[in-house]
């Protein structure tokens, strides 16, 4: 029985961001309106994120936790948290524990002692370099090595809610490399397709890292790319239903690499292609993933049945759409299919 649709009370966190906004979207898609978003907009932009969206109040972050131990805010049906710092360069590993790992640990059992369903925001950073794996279904999460502070700090909660016997209450999502509308605000977290998209507007050229890794060509690391309305649906999906539970992997299936993200936005656009490579910054070296390709058959064998857009659709859909018009999804424009 699906617990997403009109009557249901439902919270966001994270709700002006890239994937949250999304969601959001997602949810007027199907008639909830009954939303809470929680966010931190400071000086950014993200409110255009929110402004042509549907739902019923809005708070700030910090004002977030005090008000639902208060019960000021009341019951949720629903709790999909995808607030956090998302910087996968961000070297302040306490700001990271305090935003990522306490507050979700918080967020978790507020959500259980109140009866809330509770989908939370893991990341595929979680598996390092990918020589443990990437299966969501392997019980062992000891054995996963994240490369970097921010992978570590989404999987510190994996490991709590694993450890506490939460896990099989809750629902975690690994979401791989995910791409669209509602992004610009992410500075250097912005997808490629973003930043392809602005460097041949203004250059026409796209710059790609060179490969420090012998088995690995130029352009031909890989990534699992993924359009942000599949991660909406998949997400969804898995909120909706109550049985399911635990870690899954949100991707796309498939391996793509960086060259071939670079010619479709090159089709996209109509132009010719030209590809420049360039050095990697060294703090980066020892801590990038040259293969990332999520398995999703847990995901599946939950009832998803749902195809995947493609890359070159996904990529024409948000360069034609989204990016050279410069619009944000609007519920009373987009649809789930693009």
Request: with cysteine.
């Amino acid at each position: 029985m699906s617990r997403l649709d009109e009557k249901s009370r439902i919270l966001v966190t994270g709700g002006a961001g890239f994937i949250g906004s999304a969601l959001v979207w997602g949810l007027n898609q199907r008639g909830c309106e009954r939303l809470v978003v929680a966010d931190r907009l400071r000086s950014t932009d993200k409110w255009r994120h929110v402004d042509p969206l549907r739902f019923q109040d809005y708070l700030e972050a910090d004002e977030l936790l005090p008000r639902l131990l208060n019960g000021s805010l009341g019951k949720f049906d629903v709790v999909l948290h995808m607030g956090a710092c998302s910087s996968t360069t961000e070297r302040d590993v306490g700001y990271l524990i305090k935003n990522n790992f306490e507050f979700t640990k918080t967020l978790c059992h507020w959500a259980l002692e109140t009866g809330a369903r509770f989908v939370y925001a893991s990341s595929a950073a979680t598996y390092g370099d990918g020589s443990s794996g990437m299966s969501d279904t392997d019980p062992d999460l000891d054995r996963l090595r994240p490369l970097n502070a921010y992978g570590f700090s989404k999987h510190l909660f994996d490991r709590y809610a694993w450890r506490a016997g939460v896990l099989d209450r809750i629902v975690g999502l690994k979401y791989f490399n995910v791409f669209g509308p509602n992004e610009d605000h992410k500075g250097d977290m912005r997808s490629m397709v973003l930043k392809a998209t602005v460097q041949v507007q203004s250059e026409g050229t796209i710059r790609l890292f060179k490969s420090y890794r012998p088995e690995y060509q130029d352009g031909e690391q890989q990534r699992d790319f993924l359009y942000v309305k599949d991660a909406v649906a998949m997400t969804l999906h898995l909120a909706a239903h109550p049985t399911a539970s635990g870690l899954f992997n949100i991707g796309s299936g498939e391996a793509r690499t960086w060259k071939e993200l670079a010619l479709a936005v090159f089709r996209a656009l109509e132009k010719a292609p030209k590809i420049e490579f360039i050095d990697m910054p060294e703090e980066l070296r020892l801590r990038y993933q040259y293969y990332t390709k999520a398995d999703i058959g847990k995901l599946r064998a939950s009832g998803y049945d749902c195809p995947v857009t493609s890359l070159d659709d996904a990529v024409r859909d948000y360069v034609c759409n989204y990016l050279v018009p410069n619009r944000v999804l609007d519920p009373a424009t987009d649809t789930l299919s693009g």
